[in-house]
């Protein structure tokens, strides 16, 4: 297992619909135990394969609730269904969010509080996950970047005018922009 770089937004593989999966191979098995390893270095609750630069539909994820359980996994060709949202502006206590690919802030940012998803894992059986809170945020977050959706590209035109601040300051919005946990000093 390896740690891979993570791509930082203005990366066109973070811009572009993922492409499915048509047969799970060694290779893939490879990159989803580099993915985990990567997600954990970081440290992140998920990481989606164009985040290492791999434009196919997986994505891992990892969650400890509030007694410590665990809730770990790798979803192969995902579909999303989501609960209509609850309008209103997101509340910044609440429902701030980050990203492994413009690492370093938080923005609020209203999601939905109940999703399902389904799809396949390492070998071919169904995933089914119904799940809310934190955990339906985590699966949305990481189902926006296979279809190439940052999560600030959702965000609200005054938050959206701060992210490309930060974004020329840092360098970032380019292609070949990356960082590396472990070795880089980025606050993720």
């Known amino acids: 297992m390896a740690v891979l770089p993570i791509r930082i937004m203005g990366d066109p593989v973070l811009h572009a619909p993922a492409d499915p999966v048509t047969e799970v191979t ?5 990159l989803v135990a580099d993915m985990f390893e990567t997600m954990d270095a970081a440290p992140g609750v998920g990481l989606a394969a164009p985040q290492v630069g791999v434009g196919l539909r ?3 994820y990892t969650y400890q609730d509030d007694d410590g359980a665990p809730w770990r996994g790798v979803v192969i060709n995902p579909e999303l269904w989501m609960h209509p949202l609850e309008p209103g502006a997101p509340d910044p206590d609440d429902e701030s969010e980050g ?3 413009f690492p370093g802030e938080r923005f609020g940012l209203r999601r939905s509080d109940r999703v399902r998803l389904t799809g396949t894992d390492l070998e071919g059986a169904p995933v089914e996950i119904d799940v809310d809170g934190w955990r ?3 699966l949305q977050h ?3 970047h296979l279809d190439g959706v940052l999560y600030i590209d959702r965000l609200d035109d ?3 005018k701060t992210v490309q601040k930060i974004a020329r300051k840092r360098g970032w919005g380019r292609p070949g922009a990356q960082w590396m946990p472990g070795v880089d000093d980025i606050d993720a």
Do not use: N, P, Q, V
């Open 158 to 160: 005054g938050d959206w």
């Open 142 to 144: 990481e189902f926006d």
């Open 26 to 30: 060694d290779e893939i098995r490879t």
């Open 58 to 60: 997986i994505f891992t």
């Open 99 to 101: 990203c492994l690919s």
């Open 136 to 138: 339906a945020r985590i």
